[in-house]
């Protein structure tokens, strides 16, 4: 178990992210944290070794890489922030971003990225920031290199006439900070061949490639966009001639498909190409390839197995509208700037389509598409978009009658090139499905660290698009020795928990879980899979800029926790405006002690829970305050509480089983009246009771909120009563005014537990009482006289008898 | 009085008091508001009646001290000088008279010689050509049936004419709510913003500011219920009037008297029933001021002005009582509410009449009495010609060519932002060649550092700064698009084009930042015109410009060019993409009418199916835009002088003109031919003498600061003066995003400043107001110097004088390179002398010679440009 915290040995930005995560979550010891993997991406085809700098990292057991192609060869923890590993990645793994964590034997670490490049490695070595010495590379290279602040770094390249050069930088990809570059070509006189700020096919990143108008020496510069920089600002700048197109066109097809394509964009010019669609995972990505190289990153296409229809130019006009069937793709190119272009299918009257223009989202096309769709006949508007997906367009189409319709494409700003791909998706609705998990932590993507013979919920997420009901969950795939509690989810819910058990004799392990969602009914075809987003980059007001998405959960067994919770079940329902005490009660480990925070997993709709009980040191029980209002939901639920605490100086983590909880109705209704007294005195306050449900026994009733000073004596009433009578007494302290803060409590009881219900409502109005009838004024007095005997205190009359008094005195 | 004066006319004309009929025509007013006593030419003309100009010399002469006389004097003056009358002149030329009510005044002007001009007014002999068509009296024409006739002025034997038109004498027109009351509040004061035309009015009485929404101004009057503004039964009663005349108490006092015309014009209307106009009445199209220029000459000379406006349909009207009257200098032409100006000091001045919205002025001139002048050779190139001629009608003489060493320094801050090194010192002062200044012009304008300055220099009028909507990157991104096009001399017209026409991101397109740092459709408007032609229409937005031409019609008229200005985000959420919507339209706020695009004192703009801004920033860059070229070319000017030819230099407007109007004109002409590039234009600024001339000033020019006949002293901007210090103590700064070493004029975001920066008044760019850079010395600036950390920290690091004692160089040597290091030139025997006694007396020569160099970075010389 890591004990010893680290941090003042690594790097300051570590230092933020322990105090960042320690304000979060009260620093959890055993959660492993990696805040950068040196190198930041490796030569495939390699062995190398690997430094993955973090803290807590001292049990570090594996890597969990989310893609194949990568084996991890040795892992051995050197310090508690310091893992060496030694990977060796396979001639074929995937270029690219890759994501890991690392498995420690008590947790899952972050999700960290990592690149894998085609060429070889090239650290950036210092001093290389003036523009007359740069560091010289061999072309065909990437180099790792990290641009400080105000930095700005230069290297060399000898090329031949006609030679391409191709510049990419993976810098605010790689995920450490948000870090904007700019790279550019530069000859040997200090012009600008090319340059890049942001490419919109590699985001923030740039990209810009020359052909070598003759033999020399080019410089390429990278630095960031507006002079910034930092330690974290690290880059991997692949330089070489490999082909790197902007574009494809068709931007896609069905899976496995075979396609002539044109790659678009590069300093060579288009080439064509006859390639067969990819069906492996992550999909649609395609990767140039020449005889010169492999594109270090990937063109994103769009995988549906509909038919592909490709714009034949001219489609200026609605009337050369290139016609398709419907469902279909459109594939475009807004070759010019002011180009239009227009498509045409036919729909039956009232038949439903998604219109989808897919440009900057998945294909990276620079092209904003601005989507408008017209009926043939009469040409009037049905209807359009601009950005309702991103930058990208999506219309629900509904045919107002049978007829061929026109879908128009333009260029928001009405510019245009060869790389302004898109396609444009007809498509049925269809039912999809989508399920997420909430953060427990903001901006930490939720992990399940089960501990072995202990169990662990979270709560799962499901978005429903274009179809409703129940859903089923499942977890597949989960490490041995573990199993998944999933109630079903409700047809008006979209949250289930997810309860994770390992046996106690699992042993520490960890697995990527494909969580499966399907409806109850069959009638719906829909599977859901996990897409979980983990945020990488948070720009201002932390907006996402940049991220992770990974398709399956983290889950991983971890060795015992020292204590396990569980749920005492109540025995008798919550109440509509009741309240209860939910019964949680830990079973510790011989000398555990410490006190365990124990909250909710979520709150049904209605429900109301704190979240600030604890089990007390050396306690093994609490209580947790339920409240429910009005309006909350009634049925059963399955809920269930989580309990954290402090252990070997960070923090565990363990749930109680999945307990029902009934929202019922309440029993009583109860109508508190409005009543005055005077000080002093007392009253009685009669409360309506309108009996809703049966019940046995006596119902115990309280009133509450009264002043003090006011006191009243608790009631009994059976089901047949109709009133409940309150004698209020009302001290002469009492401070006068009028009290509407009062609350009616009911305790029914059955099977031998409470059921509260609070009635609110009434007044009880403290009056002083009425001053006496004044009488003769007094003469005044004189200095000297000795003071007269005092006439005799009236008796206070009460207000009807001052009335009678003054009407028998006027008479 | 003014009653009986009405009468008579009346009578005279033999017409009677009917309306027009429906046929809307504009009403002449009666008779003159003018007191006859109150005005100086009717005195004199009444008193020269009697007396031949001999007779009256005699007299005068004899009563001098006779104050009741004491104006006479100028005007014997004016008469018996010795110069002679070369010709006269009256005006207006083309009298048309319509309506029985209708007159015109005139004014009569001749000029002498020597340029002086003199009012005539009085003495010339003046009568109609054909008395039955029109009569003169009082210096005013009146018709008297229709027909035309001529007017025949003679004085001295210099004769000359003007045209009468008469007609429509039956008619007598109505009073006009808007046309004759409307202008009565004008003229009187009740709408200006400190009276009833404040925004919530005053004392319960509002009118619209300066009468820009008279429809509204009708309602308060004749509508709203309060007090009794108005009382048809009584007209007399209806404290309008009552409340004008001080009848009753009145906040503002009295305006005018009872009987008056102007009361007489309110009386008439409500007598009438204060009827709305019925219809659109006629709108001024211009006005005319009378006459044109004046010379005079001595002080208590006199120049009657006459005030005359046009109206759609070609109809004139003498407005002179109906104008305000309004001088740029009170020192030298004071102007009176009757339009006589009366000379006082030596001077010029611009005398201006405003009568609806429109403001015309003249050019007065007042020369001291037998100024003896001999008019120098006029040389140099035109700009030299064009200042010389304005320096000649002043009587003024130019200082001298400033020496070498004084040029070398000037020229090199002004155009590079820096100090002159020594190198470059000995090898000016060594070069014999007489095009030497020419040349140094010419190397320093191929310098980089001069598209820096002017790239700081428009970053600063656009704002470029970093804020909660702009992002550093953005801000960068502007500034160096900006830096981009002036390094690679892009004709600013095209630089302008492309940036008030810019759409996409504001990465991509930086140029698009100039809408995302000003979001406000209506501020936009303003910071348009008032960046790129000079123009403050800030004041029309709510109320016609008090001192300018531009109503409320103006102002959203040319806010709707920015009214279709789309925003959406980028997929940077630091990126804002600015587009054309397309649509949207900018409402006049007093009657929601839509505003069609209209070009600022232009055409309506045919914008149709194009992005509003494009026709825009077309019409502003066209060769014949009468804005753009004088307004840029005045903002070079001014750089390199420390005063605009029109100054403010973004305040350009009728009532502020230019000293020099023809080298204003020509210098935008100028920039025209240049196809934009103003480097040449500098280049013609910087070689013309009046750019060379010394700052010691002559007998002749030493209050004048505004015709540039000598050089002035100016403070060297907050970023150059830093660089020059830096240079000269030979260290290095560091600003955000630039690399150490780099100058402050460099500074991209306008959010990165220092101390220093800020308090020797870096522009904050908070406004687009040439005013933001402050180059006005505080005591904060000489403390900061003295005490502050900058020139001792600077000394310190740079080690200069530690390095050249080191390098074997004599205290005298050091003392001369400092000199010339940061004053360009070499100290005189007398400064070397006690400064080598300050450095003896000191503990060690560094010491002494640091207090030297510290003395010489405080010292006024090398904080100025001179």
């Avoid at chain 1, 933020?16 to 993997?37: H, K, T």
């Avoid at chain 1, 329902?573 to 939910?582: E, T």
Wanted: glycine share 6%; charged share 25%; with cysteine.
């Amino acid at each position: 178990m890591p004990s010893v915290r680290h941090a003042e040995q690594t790097l300051p930005f570590f230092l933020c992210l322990v105090v960042a995560v320690s304000l979060l979550e009260s620093a959890s010891a055993v959660e492993p944290q990696i805040s950068a993997i040196a190198p930041s991406g490796f030569q495939r085809g390699t062995e190398v070794d690997v430094q993955f700098r973090g803290a807590r990292l001292d049990d570090a057991a594996e890597l969990m890489l989310y893609e194949p192609g990568i084996t991890v060869k040795e892992l051995k923890a050197e310090a508690p922030n310091l893992v060496k590993a030694k990977l060796a990645i396979a001639d074929d793994c995937r270029l690219g971003l890759h994501a890991v964590r690392l498995r420690s034997q008590s947790g899952v670490s972050n999700l960290r990225l990592f690149a894998v490049g085609a060429l070889q490695e090239v650290e950036e070595v210092e001093p290389n920031s003036d523009f007359a010495s740069p560091q010289p590379i061999e072309l065909d290279s990437t180099i790792n290199g990290v641009v400080k602040t105000e930095d700005v770094d230069y290297f060399v390249v000898e090329a031949k006439k006609g030679e391409p050069i191709t510049a990419e930088v993976e810098g605010l990809r790689l995920g450490y900070t948000f870090f904007d570059p700019y790279v550019a070509i530069l000859n040997e006189s200090r012009f600008e061949l090319a340059r890049s700020d942001d490419a919109p096919l590699l985001r923030q990143d740039g990209l810009c490639s020359i052909v070598a108008p003759e033999d020399g020496k080019y410089i390429i510069q990278i630095r960031e966009s507006a002079y910034g920089g930092n330690e974290q600002s690290r880059y991997r700048l692949h330089v070489g001639r490999f082909p790197r197109p902007r574009a494809v066109f068709p931007a896609g097809g069905a899976s496995g498909q075979s396609l002539d394509v044109t790659w678009i964009g590069e300093a060579t010019g288009p080439r064509t190409e006859t390639i067969v669609l990819p069906t492996t995972t992550p999909k649609g990505l395609l990767y140039a390839k020449t005889d010169r190289g492999i594109s270090p990153s990937a063109n994103v296409v769009r995988l549906i197995d509909i038919p592909n229809v490709v714009e034949a130019e001219p489609n200026n006009s609605r009337n050369e509208a290139t016609a398709g069937p419907a469902p279909v793709a459109f594939n475009g190119v807004i070759s010019v700037g002011g180009d239009i272009d227009h498509f045409r299918f036919p729909a039956k009257k009232n038949q439903r389509f998604e219109i989808h223009v897919y440009a900057r989202s998945p294909l990276r096309s620079p092209l904003d598409p601005v989507l408008n769709v017209y009926r043939v006949t009469g040409g009037a508007r049905i209807g359009g978009n601009d950005d309702t997906v991103g930058p990208d367009s999506y219309f629900r189409f509904t045919a107002p009658e049978a007829d061929d319709y026109v879908i128009q494409v333009r260029d928001h700003l009405r510019a245009g090139g060869p790389e302004y791909t898109y396609r444009v998706e007809v498509t049925p609705i269809k039912p999809k499905l989508t399920l997420t998990l909430p953060e427990r932590v903001r901006y930490i993507s939720t992990t399940a660290v089960v501990p072995r013979g202990n169990r662990i919920a979270i709560l799962a997420n499901a978005r429903r698009a274009n179809f409703g009901g129940e859903l089923t969950l499942t977890a597949n795939g989960m490490p041995t020795g573990v199993t998944a509690e999933i109630p079903t989810m409700a047809a008006n819910r979209s949250d289930v928990p997810m309860l994770f058990t390992a046996t106690a004799d699992a042993t520490p392990a960890g697995a990527l879980v494909d969580l499966v969602g399907k409806p109850v009914e069959d009638k719906v075809q829909v599977e859901g899979h996990l897409k979980q987003r983990t945020m990488l980059i948070r720009g201002q007001n932390n907006r996402d800029v940049w991220g992770h998405e990974a398709d399956r959960m983290a889950m991983v067994v971890t060795n015992e926790v020292p204590f396990h919770v569980d749920l005492v079940e109540p025995k008798v329902p919550i109440v509509r405006d009741g309240s209860m005490q939910l019964k949680v009660v830990a079973r510790r480990q011989e000398g555990f002690a410490a006190p365990i925070s124990v909250r909710m997993l979520y709150n049904p709709p209605g429900i109301g829970s704190s979240a600030a009980i604890r089990i007390q040191a050396n306690q093994n029980e609490a209580l947790i305050p339920l409240t429910a209002n009005g309006s909350a939901e009634i049925r059963d639920w399955k809920v269930c509480v989580t309990g954290r605490a402090s252990h070997a100086g960070g923090a565990v983590e363990s749930s109680t089983q999945l307990a029902t909880l009934r929202v019922a109705d309440a029993y009583l209704g109860l109508t508190i009246p409005k009543v005055a007294v005077e000080l002093g005195k007392s009253t009685q306050m009669v409360v309506a009771v309108e009996k809703k449900q049966d019940f046995a026994g006596k119902a115990k009733l309280q009133l509450l909120g009264l002043p003090s000073g006011a006191t009243s004596e608790p009631i009994e009433i059976d089901a047949a009563a109709t009133q409940a009578t309150f004698e209020i007494k009302v001290e002469d302290k009492t401070r006068p005014g009028r009290y509407t803060n009062l609350v009616c409590r009911s305790v029914i009881t059955e099977n031998g537990e409470p059921i509260t219900e609070n009635t609110r409502g009434g007044e009880l109005r403290v009056d002083k009482p009425l001053p006496p009838k004044p009488t003769a004024p007094a003469a005044p007095k004189p200095v000297a006289k000795p003071v007269p005997p005092k006439p005799p205190a009236e008796k206070p009359l009460s207000r009807l008898e001052q009335l009678r008094q003054q009407k028998k005195e006027s008479e | 009085m003014r009653v009986s004066i009405v009468r008579e006319i009346g009578e005279r004309n033999g017409a009677s008091h009917r309306s027009s009929g429906s046929t809307f025509s504009l009403r002449r007013p009666a008779a003159s508001a003018v007191p006859l006593t109150q005005h100086p030419t009717l005195i004199s003309r009444t008193m020269l009646s009697m007396l031949t100009t001999k007779e009256m010399t005699v007299r005068i002469a004899s009563r001098i001290a006779l104050p009741s006389l004491m104006l006479l004097v100028a005007m014997v003056g004016q008469v018996a000088a010795d110069a002679k009358v070369t010709s006269i002149a009256v005006y207006p030329t083309d009298i048309a008279l319509s309506t029985a009510v209708d007159r015109q005044r005139y004014t009569v002007q001749a000029t002498r010689d020597d340029g002086v001009t003199l009012d005539v007014t009085t003495q010339a002999t003046i009568r109609a050509a054909d008395p039955k068509i029109a009569t003169v009296e009082s210096h005013t024409v009146y018709p008297a049936a229709d027909g035309k006739t001529e007017l025949l002025i003679d004085f001295q034997g210099h004769t000359t004419r003007a045209s009468i038109e008469v007609a429509e004498v039956s008619i007598t027109p109505a009073v006009s709510f808007k046309l004759d009351v409307m202008p009565v509040f004008m003229r009187v004061g009740c709408n200006t913003g400190s009276c009833h035309g404040a925004a919530r009015g005053k004392d319960g009485f509002r009118l619209s500011l300066f009468g820009y929404d008279p429809d509204g101004d009708y309602h308060r009057l004749t509508r709203e219920i309060g007090p009794r503004r108005i009382n048809l039964a009584f007209p007399h009663e209806s404290q309008l009037l009552e409340k004008a005349v001080a009848a009753v108490p009145h906040t503002g006092g009295k305006l005018f008297e009872p009987n008056s015309e102007y009361y007489n014009t309110i009386y008439q209307w409500l007598e009438a029933g204060a009827p709305q106009d019925e219809g659109e009445v006629p709108a001024v199209t211009h006005v005319d001021i009378y006459p044109p220029a004046a010379v005079i000459e001595g002080a208590g000379s006199k120049q009657a002005f006459v005030v005359r406006a046009h109206y759609e349909g070609g109809v004139t009207r003498d407005v002179t009582h109906l104008a305000a009257f309004s001088t740029t200098n009170d020192a030298s032409a004071a102007i009176d509410e009757h339009g006589v100006v009366t000379a006082a000091s030596r001077g010029e001045a611009f005398v201006m009449a405003r009568f609806d919205t429109h403001t015309v002025g003249s050019q007065v001139l007042v020369l001291p009495k037998d100024l003896q002048y001999t008019p120098p050779k006029i040389e140099g190139n035109y700009i030299d010609q064009l200042v010389g001629a304005k320096l000649q009608k002043l009587r003024i003489v130019p200082s001298e060519l400033c020496t070498d060493e004084e040029f070398l320094r000037r020229a090199t801050i002004d155009i590079a932002g820096s100090l002159p090194t020594a190198d470059e010192y000995h090898a000016f002062l060594a070069e014999t060649s007489s095009d030497k200044r020419e040349k140094l012009v010419d190397r320093l304008l191929a310098r980089k550092e001069f598209s820096e300055i002017w790239a700081m220099k428009w970053s600063e009028l656009l704002m470029v700064k970093s804020n909660n909507q702009v992002s550093y990157k953005a801000a960068f991104l502007y500034s160096s698009w900006l830096t981009d096009k002036i390094a690679n001399n892009v004709p600013l017209d095209q630089m302008i084009r492309d940036l008030l026409a810019a759409s996409g991101g504001t990465f991509n397109s930086p140029a698009t930042n100039y809408y995302q740092i000003e979001r406000d459709t209506l501020k936009t408007a303003e910071n348009t015109a008032q960046v790129f032609m000079g123009i403050r229409t800030q004041c029309a937005q709510c109320h016609n410009h008090p001192f300018d031409r531009w109503t409320m019609d103006d102002y959203y008229g040319f806010a709707a060019f920015f009214s279709q200005i789309g925003r959406k985000q980028g997929e940077d959420y630091r990126e804002q993409i600015i587009y054309n919507r397309g649509g949207g339209e900018m409402q006049h706020p007093v009657d929601k009418r839509t505003m069609a695009p209209k070009y600022l004192g232009g055409d309506m703009a045919d914008t149709k199916g194009r992005d509003r801004r494009a026709a825009l920033a077309e019409w502003l860059t066209a060769s014949d835009n009468p804005y753009f070229a004088p307004s840029v070319a005045n903002r070079v000017w001014a750089h390199f002088f420390g005063l605009g030819i029109v100054d403010p230099v973004d305040d350009i407007r009728v009532s502020n003109p230019a000293s020099n109007p023809e080298l204003f004109a020509t210098l935008g002409k100028k920039l025209v031919e240049y196809n934009y590039d103003f480097k040449r234009l500098v280049r013609d600024i910087c070689t013309s003498q009046a750019y060379q001339r010394s700052c010691v000033s002559n007998e002749s020019n030493k209050h004048d600061n505004r015709n540039f006949a000598r050089a002035s002293v100016r403070r060297i901007p907050a970023e150059m003066l830093l660089d020059c210090v830096s240079q000269a103590t030979e260290t290095k700064d560091k600003f955000r995003g630039l690399p150490l070493g780099a100058r402050a004029v460099q500074i991209a975001d306008g959010q990165t400043s220092n101390y220093f920066l800020t308090t020797f008044g870096r522009s904050p760019r908070e406004t687009v107001c040439a005013c933001e850079a402050k180059t006005d010395p505080t005591l904060s600036q000489a403390l900061n110097l003295i005490n502050g950390n900058t020139v001792q920290n600077k000394m310190r690091q740079g080690g200069v004088i530690g390095q050249t004692l080191a390098a074997g160089k004599t205290p005298q040597q050091i003392i001369e390179t400092l000199y010339v290091r940061c004053l360009t030139r070499k100290p005189s025997e007398e400064e070397t002398k006690r400064l080598m006694q300050i450095v003896a007396s000191a503990p060690t020569a560094q010491e002494g010679l640091d207090d030297v160099f510290w003395a010489v970075l405080n010292s006024r010389e090398f904080l100025f440009n001179h």
